[in-house]
Every structure is written in C-alpha cells, then in structure tokens.
Nanobody, 126 residues
Framework: VQLQASGGGLVQAGGSLRLSCAPS????????MGWFRQAPGKERQFVAA????????HYADSVKGRFTISRDNAKNTVYLQMYNLKPEDTAVYYC????????????????????WGQGSLVTVSS
C-alpha cells in the first residue's frame, strides 16, 4: 500500500504551496493522517496531523499559524496548505496514514502510522 504525495516545488520565502497525498492503486480506509518532513542532515520531524473526522488537527509549533492540514475522506486525500514559507521549511515532506485508530497524543510519533508516501521536496529560497 502506497501513498502518493504531490505539490512540492521551489518557492520564494513568503510564498505558498499546497501538498496533496492520496493512495495509489487500490482504495483503502485510513484513520488519522499526517505530514512529516526531513531536512538535509536532520532527523524526520512531525509537521501536522488530522483525525479521521477532520474535527481535530495538531501542529508542530514551528508551523502553527502558517500551515493548515485538511482532508477529503471521499478521496482518502490529505492536504497541507503552507503559507508564509520560510527557508527553514525546506525539506522533503512525507505524508502518513494510520490503518487503525490511535490516540491523538501519539500524532507526533511516526511509528504510529502504517502507510507512508514517497516524499515531496519543498525548497524555499531566501
């Protein structure tokens, strides 16, 4: 089972991008969905996650107020709208999805997710 991320690219500081992520191949049900990122030479870090209903979202402090996560359950698609991008947002962004429910207290834990996308590169120039 694979997730396909798209929407990355090169943008100037202060600009916006929207990432999308959906299953490739057969359709399957997922629970919480999230985004993580990994900058060159750094560890993967949590960015944002959203509950299956879309009612609850959680963000890393570094992106709070600038990024918005949303989902379309009819399409099993999760989005990450990024505003006011900064050079430090440069990273490969990975989407993730859980096959079963887990507590939102674990949203920041990559190990809680069952499925991962291949990554989409976001480069923010200064």
């Amino acid at each position: 089972v694979q997730l396909q991320a798209s929407g990355g690219g090169l943008v100037q500081a202060g600009g916006s991008l929207r990432l999308s992520c959906a299953p490739s191949g057969r359709t399957f049900s997922v629970n919480a969905m999230g985004w993580f990122r990994q900058a060159p030479g750094k560890e993967r870090q949590f960015v944002a996650a959203i509950s299956v209903s879309g009612d609850y979202a959680h963000y890393a402090d570094s992106v709070k107020g600038r990024f918005t996560i949303s989902r379309d359950n009819a399409k099993n698609t999760v989005y990450l709208q990024m505003y006011n991008l900064k050079p430090e947002d440069t990273a490969v962004y990975y989407c993730a999805a859980a096959g079963v429910y887990f507590s939102p207290s674990y949203y920041q834990s990559g190990g809680a997710y069952d499925y991962w996308g291949q990554g989409s590169l976001v480069t923010v120039s200064s």
